[in-house]
Structure formats: structure tokens, C-alpha cells
């Protein structure tokens, strides 16, 4: 792309109410992370929650947490069994309707999911993850064995015995006590949540995760070095401070200021596109399919126009390592999580199957969530599974079509409106009073917010009446029809009775 000068960056774009950004590496968009109002992630967030039912028959317990749906606690996230000796018991041992417990979110909901819970909090620093009552003691997989052992037996001595602890990479890279100081803060933490939990009713919330700039700030930390663009100066500001006191990264600031968007500027739209779309088509004339369902994720690879040069053997397994470069990167880009199938084209041999897994796990190296590659079944299908925390980019984005009946997906009233949003700021307006927009009520209900507040916000930024023409439709949409005089076009504005 004619942004590969970008080889390595994080365009930013928190300009609206939607906030998004984009990872960029080795002159691709590896990720692209959106967060809109009212669908923040809650993985991390502690609540304090009122057990809504107790359910014996699968050893777990709803708790209700303040949102739509109860979270899920299962009896093995629950640090009384975890510290238990008994090896029989049930959940109702340890939770009954109504008591209120501490907890902490692992997964956020999905579909008919609600949340995934747990019992054992973790804290995080960035040395260590402290576990008040985890009992567990662990050490980062990229130690070597020696290291590991060492590190083990050297946190074990600052612990009490129903406390664990995660030793991070970044402590092991620092050597010294770090750790010990970061284990005394966080001690303070969980003690100020405990004094919390104790002044509130239940559900109620404890801690809220970070924030849409600590997420990048994770990246920053990652990445090491590169170019950050910014859209808003505040938000430039703010992320520059997280870096005080980290010579160890080497990052340049770029405030953005054009009156094109950031992501249109960069071209990030155009991959977001693509990313939404069932046929991913790889540079040979090959093709990804991919289907993302409530169970799983499945991924299909076909030969499309390309037949090769040699034999059929070489021609498949070509396009099968092409097709395990891009399966990595459309796995970070869309953020799918969970059981993932891809069904590669047969392949005859072992050594073939290797070489074709090898490439995925190369590309999958660095990826910010854990995966897990089982291996091909008997009948040639690659298994895999990758740690889920949120909802994928498509999930997000897309929501079910009320004409199809979820057969295919559309784009959601609130894409569409924060969307509007961005071209308002983008177009002509400076000469004109006011300008038309058509669409359908969903949109504008999204677009204005309740009584009218971002409505007025951005009129009084943009200084221009919007006056909207209400379309009815079954699929969320909108147009930018016209400008001109507010009276000009408040006739045109007027609802179809």
C-alpha cells in the first residue's frame, strides 16, 4: 500500500464518539480495534455481584452483575473451592440465591452468552498479575526452564499462603525487586476494593478496566518503537505522558489535523471494508471463505483461478502456505476467538501438513491473545483454538438483518450513525446554513442521542442546522441529500405521515 513508508504504527481515531485505531506492522493493518459507546469491553472490570440462581446440575451459579444478561461462575473459579480439600462438592456448598460476591469478567458476552466470570481476581502490574486468593504460582512461557524454576521459587517466599502471582516477561527482562513493589501496591488495591465491596450494594461496580488509550499504550509497550497519529490533540497529549520514564521506547508523535478523516486518509476504511467480508481473495487468484457462527469460526481455502505451473501436489500446497500466512493475519485483524476450523485443501503427506502449520504459527508468534494449534484431523481439517475476550470486529460491527432473518448481516444503525457523523465533519459545510439527511429512524435515533444531545453538540460545532427526511426501510440507512437555507430545506424535513 502507498502507506508502507508507515512500516510500523498506530493511526488513532478519537475525534468522535466512536473510538477506533489501527495497529499497523511490516506496512500492513494487522489489527483494528473499535469501541463503541455503550459496547465497551468489560474483560478486567470487578464487580460486586448478587447470585441470581444457583444451578447444581453444572456445578455453577448466575450472578447478576448490573447488565442485560448474568454473568456465568463456574464451582472451579471460585477460590473457597480452589483452597478446598474436598473432592466432592457441589456449588451450593459455597453460593446460595442472593449472596453477594466479588467478581471479575474473563470473556465479555456474546450472542445469547452472558459474560464469563470468575471468582479469583487478578490484578495486574506490569512485572506481575497478583491473585489475593489464587493459590497459583506461574512464570512466563518465554523464560527458558532454568529461569523459570528460579523465578518460582523466588516469588513463593514473598507470598501468603492463599495468594499467587504471574511473573510477567517485562519482570524477568528488568531482573532486580521491581516485582516486590508492584506486589505491595497491589496489595493496597485489593484491600481498597475489599473496603469498598463493603460500603455497596450489590450489583455494583469495583474497578473498571482501562481504558481505549491504555489498550494502545499496551501496543506502544509491544511494538517498541514506531509513529503515532493522533486525530485529537488531548488524546496525543495523554499518551505521550504514559511514555514518561520508558526510554526503553522509542516513539514519534504525529498530531493529524486534515479535514479528511484519519482512517480515510490512511486508507484504514479500506481494509475495515475488506475485513467485514465473507471472501478473502489472496494475491495468487486463491480465496478464503470465512463463516463466523455462534460455536465456532470455519475457514475455508480454495484454489479459485489459480492452477499452478508443475504438478497439482506443488499447486496445492503453495496456495495452502498462502493461505496460512493471511489465516494468521485475518485471525488478528477480525479478532475471532474461540474454536476455529480451517479446512485447507487436502494434502497427501505429513511433511506437507507441517510445513502449512509451521507458517500459521510463525505468523500467530506475536499475536496479543493466546493461541493453541492441535493439528490436523483424519480428515484434514486444522484445529486451533484462540483465546476469546471480546466480541470479533464483524460481531461488532455487523448486526443481523431483519429482512434475511440472519441468513447474511448489515451494517448496525449505530455504524451508520457515527459514520454520518464523520462525513459531516468532512463536508463543505462552512458555506452553507443547514443540510438534509435522509435515513431511517434507527439512524437517527443513534445519531441524535437522547433528547437531542449530540444532535445540538454538533450543530453548534459544525455551526449548521441538520434537518433530517425519515425513510422507511427494513435496513438501517442514510444520505446526505442536500445543502441550503435552513428554510430552504425544512419543507423537505418534514416525516412522511
Same mark, same amino acid.
Given at each position: 500500500?502507498?502507506?508502507?513508508?508507515?512500516?510500523?504504527?498506530?493511526?488513532?481515531?478519537?475525534?468522535?464518539?466512536?473510538?477506533?485505531?489501527?495497529?499497523?506492522?511490516?506496512?500492513?493493518?494487522?489489527?483494528?480495534?473499535?469501541?463503541?459507546?455503550?459496547?465497551?469491553?468489560?474483560?478486567?472490570?470487578?464487580?460486586?455481584?448478587?447470585?441470581?440462581?444457583?444451578?447444581?446440575?453444572?456445578?455453577?451459579?448466575?450472578?447478576?452483575?448490573?447488565?442485560?444478561?448474568?454473568?456465568?461462575?463456574?464451582?472451579?473459579?471460585?477460590?473457597?473451592?480452589?483452597?478446598?480439600?474436598?473432592?466432592?462438592?457441589?456449588?451450593?456448598?459455597?453460593?446460595?440465591?442472593?449472596?453477594?460476591?466479588?467478581?471479575?469478567?474473563?470473556?465479555?458476552?456474546?450472542?445469547?452468552?452472558?459474560?464469563?466470570?470468575?471468582?479469583?481476581?487478578?490484578?495486574?502490574?506490569?512485572?506481575?498479575?497478583?491473585?489475593?486468593?489464587?493459590?497459583?504460582?506461574?512464570?512466563?512461557?518465554?523464560?527458558?526452564?532454568?529461569?523459570?524454576?528460579?523465578?518460582?521459587?523466588?516469588?513463593?517466599?514473598?507470598?501468603?499462603?492463599?495468594?499467587?502471582?504471574?511473573?510477567?516477561?517485562?519482570?524477568?527482562?528488568?531482573?532486580?525487586?521491581?516485582?516486590?513493589?508492584?506486589?505491595?501496591?497491589?496489595?493496597?488495591?485489593?484491600?481498597?476494593?475489599?473496603?469498598?465491596?463493603?460500603?455497596?450494594?450489590?450489583?455494583?461496580?469495583?474497578?473498571?478496566?482501562?481504558?481505549?488509550?491504555?489498550?494502545?499504550?499496551?501496543?506502544?509497550?509491544?511494538?517498541?518503537?514506531?509513529?503515532?497519529?493522533?486525530?485529537?490533540?488531548?488524546?496525543?497529549?495523554?499518551?505521550?505522558?504514559?511514555?514518561?520514564?520508558?526510554?526503553?521506547?522509542?516513539?514519534?508523535?504525529?498530531?493529524?489535523?486534515?479535514?479528511?478523516?484519519?482512517? *480515510? =486518509?490512511?486508507?484504514?476504511?479500506?481494509? #475495515?471494508? /475488506? !475485513? &467485514?467480508?465473507? +471472501?478473502?481473495?489472496?494475491?495468487? $487468484?486463491?480465496?478464503?471463505?470465512?463463516?463466523?457462527?455462534?460455536?465456532?469460526?470455519?475457514?475455508?481455502?480454495?484454489?479459485?483461478?489459480?492452477?499452478?505451473?508443475?504438478?497439482?501436489?506443488?499447486?496445492?500446497?503453495?496456495?495452502?502456505?498462502?493461505?496460512?500466512?493471511?489465516?494468521?493475519?485475518?485471525?488478528?485483524?477480525?479478532?475471532?476467538?474461540?474454536?476455529?476450523?480451517?479446512?485447507?485443501?487436502?494434502?497427501?503427506?505429513?511433511?506437507?501438513?507441517?510445513?502449512?502449520?509451521?507458517?500459521?504459527?510463525?505468523?500467530?508468534?506475536?499475536?496479543?491473545?493466546?493461541?493453541?494449534?492441535?493439528?490436523?484431523?483424519?480428515?484434514?481439517?486444522?484445529?486451533? *483454538? =484462540?483465546?476469546?475476550?471480546?466480541?470479533? #470486529?464483524? /460481531? !461488532? &460491527?455487523?448486526? +443481523?438483518?431483519?429482512?434475511?432473518? $440472519?441468513?447474511?448481516?448489515?451494517?448496525?444503525?449505530?455504524?451508520?450513525?457515527?459514520?454520518?457523523?464523520?462525513?459531516?465533519?468532512?463536508?463543505?459545510?462552512?458555506?452553507?446554513?443547514?443540510?438534509?439527511?435522509?435515513?431511517?429512524?434507527?439512524?437517527?435515533?443513534?445519531?441524535?442521542?437522547?433528547?437531542?444531545?449530540?444532535?445540538?453538540?454538533?450543530?453548534?460545532?459544525?455551526?449548521?442546522?441538520?434537518?433530517?427526511?425519515?425513510?422507511?426501510?427494513?435496513?438501517?440507512?442514510?444520505?446526505?441529500?442536500?445543502?441550503?437555507?435552513?428554510?430552504?430545506?425544512?419543507?423537505?424535513?418534514?416525516?412522511?405521515?
Amino acid at each position: 500500500m502507498w502507506w508502507n513508508f508507515l512500516d510500523r504504527s498506530i493511526i488513532i481515531n478519537v475525534k468522535t464518539r466512536e473510538k477506533r485505531y489501527a495497529v499497523i506492522e511490516n506496512g500492513k493493518v494487522s489489527a483494528i480495534r473499535i469501541r463503541q459507546p455503550g459496547d465497551a469491553a468489560k474483560v478486567g472490570n470487578i464487580y460486586l455481584g448478587k447470585v441470581a440462581d444457583v444451578k447444581p446440575g453444572i456445578n455453577a451459579a448466575f450472578i447478576d452483575i448490573g447488565g442485560i444478561r448474568h454473568g456465568y461462575l463456574h464451582i472451579s473459579r471460585l477460590p473457597a473451592f480452589v483452597n478446598s480439600k474436598n473432592s466432592n462438592p457441589t456449588i451450593s456448598a459455597y453460593l446460595s440465591p442472593g449472596q453477594t460476591v466479588m467478581v471479575q469478567v474473563k470473556k465479555d458476552e456474546t450472542g445469547q452468552k452472558g459474560p464469563l466470570l470468575t471468582g479469583i481476581i487478578e490484578l495486574s502490574g506490569e512485572q506481575i498479575v497478583y491473585l489475593p486468593e489464587g493459590k497459583y504460582t506461574a512464570v512466563s512461557k518465554k523464560a527458558d526452564d532454568a529461569d523459570r524454576n528460579k523465578w518460582r521459587n523466588r516469588v513463593r517466599k514473598a507470598l501468603e499462603p492463599q495468594e499467587g502471582i504471574i511473573v510477567r516477561t517485562a519482570a524477568i527482562h528488568a531482573g532486580g525487586d521491581g516485582w516486590r513493589d508492584e506486589l505491595k501496591c497491589l496489595r493496597l488495591r485489593y484491600k481498597c476494593l475489599l473496603e469498598k465491596a463493603a460500603q455497596l450494594k450489590a450489583p455494583a461496580v469495583l474497578h473498571e478496566k482501562s481504558t481505549v488509550e491504555a489498550e494502545i499504550f499496551r501496543e506502544l509497550v509491544r511494538l517498541k518503537s514506531g509513529t503515532v497519529i493522533v486525530d485529537d490533540a488531548e488524546a496525543l497529549a495523554r499518551l505521550k505522558a504514559l511514555l514518561a520514564g520508558r526510554p526503553e521506547l522509542d516513539w514519534s508523535f504525529e498530531l493529524y489535523s486534515g479535514k479528511q478523516n484519519i482512517f *480515510t =486518509r490512511y486508507r484504514i476504511d479500506r481494509t #475495515l471494508e /475488506e !475485513a &467485514l467480508k465473507r +471472501v478473502v481473495w489472496l494475491e495468487n $487468484g486463491a480465496y478464503l471463505v470465512i463463516d463466523e457462527t455462534e460455536a465456532l469460526t470455519i475457514i475455508d481455502v480454495n484454489t479459485g483461478k489459480y492452477t499452478g505451473t508443475t504438478d497439482q501436489a506443488e499447486t496445492v500446497l503453495k496456495t495452502n502456505l498462502l493461505a496460512a500466512k493471511e489465516i494468521g493475519r485475518q485471525l488478528k485483524l477480525r479478532d475471532y476467538g474461540g474454536i476455529i476450523l480451517v479446512d485447507f485443501i487436502d494434502m497427501q503427506r505429513d511433511e506437507q501438513r507441517a510445513q502449512v502449520r509451521a507458517v500459521l504459527e510463525k505468523e500467530l508468534e506475536n499475536d496479543e491473545k493466546q493461541t493453541r494449534i492441535t493439528g490436523f484431523t483424519e480428515l484434514g481439517i486444522l484445529q486451533m *483454538t =484462540r483465546k476469546k475476550t471480546r466480541k470479533s #470486529l464483524p /460481531e !461488532a &460491527l455487523l448486526s +443481523v438483518c431483519p429482512v434475511c432473518g $440472519g441468513s447474511g448481516k448489515i451494517e448496525s444503525p449505530e455504524t451508520l450513525a457515527f459514520r454520518l457523523e464523520r462525513e459531516l465533519w468532512e463536508a463543505p459545510y462552512a458555506d452553507y446554513e443547514a443540510v438534509l439527511i435522509e435515513c431511517t429512524q434507527d439512524v437517527k435515533d443513534c445519531f441524535c442521542g437522547e433528547t437531542d444531545v449530540h444532535l445540538k453538540r454538533l450543530e453548534n460545532l459544525l455551526g449548521m442546522k441538520l434537518i433530517f427526511h425519515i425513510t422507511r426501510d427494513p435496513h438501517p440507512f442514510y444520505a446526505i441529500r442536500q445543502f441550503g437555507t435552513a428554510a430552504g430545506l425544512a419543507a423537505k424535513g418534514k416525516d412522511p405521515n
